[in-house]
Every structure is written in C-alpha cells, then in structure tokens.
C-alpha cells in the first residue's frame, strides 16, 4: 500500500520560499505510469491544485501559479519536492501531495495527511 508523507516547515515569512518535501513508501515515484501532485487548500475554500511531477520526470503547473512554482524529485531518497516563491499570506494553506494514474490525472486515490503552511511576519 503506498503512502505519502509531507514535511517542511509550518511557518513562513512573506516574500520567502517555501520548500515541502513528499516522501513515498510503497511504492517507487518512477512507476509508470504515476503522476505525483500537489494541491493545496486555504482556510475555508475549496482545492487548488499546484501541479505534478510524473514518473518520467516531466512536470506541469497550474498556470496561475507557474511562475513562482517549481517541482523536483529525488529518485534515490523517492521524494518529490515542491518549492513556491514570493509567498504572500494568501498561500497559506494545508498543502497536500497526491498521486493520480495516467488516463485519469483528475483523481487522486492515494493522499498524504497534509501539512499546514502559514505566510506570516
């Protein structure tokens, strides 16, 4: 049974970056044909996805937070990183990865426990 494990830091400055790292077990991230997202949601409104990192190494972002995004992995520790620039307090949320399956990247039945990120002075 695969299982994601978020971790990064709960508090973070505007203006900063910040830096989660998903950890998977049971499962390797370069199994075809897995895509390992990214979704986050702030307090009190719905699911915002982020982007993926796929098993091939490709990744894609939500084109409203392209510019400031960027997802990588480590094949040898099986983590995918996640790293937002410029934050403001407005991307303060619960941060969540998740994987999805090729030919169905809209649902997503395996979930980390999510890690609270606040943007805060």
């Known amino acids: 049974q695969v299982q994601l494990q978020e971790s990064g830091p709960g508090l973070v400055k505007p203006s900063q970056t910040l830096s989660l790292t998903c950890t998977v077990s049971g499962g390797s991230i370069t199994t075809r044909y897995y895509y390992w997202s990214w979704i986050r949601q702030p307090p009190g409104k719905g699911l915002e996805w982020i982007g993926y990192?796929?098993?091939?190494?490709?990744?894609y972002y939500s084109p409203s937070l392209k510019s400031r995004t960027s997802i990588s992995r480590d094949t040898s520790k099986n983590q995918a990183t996640l790293q937002l620039r410029s934050l403001t307090p407005e991307d303060t949320a619960v941060y969540y990865c998740?994987?999805?399956?090729?030919?169905?990247?809209?649902?997503?039945?395996?979930w980390g426990q999510g890690t609270q990120v606040t943007v805060s002075s």
């Open positions: 990192i796929a098993y091939s190494g490709s990744t």
């Open positions: 998740a994987r999805a399956d090729e030919g169905d990247l809209g649902r997503y039945p395996y």
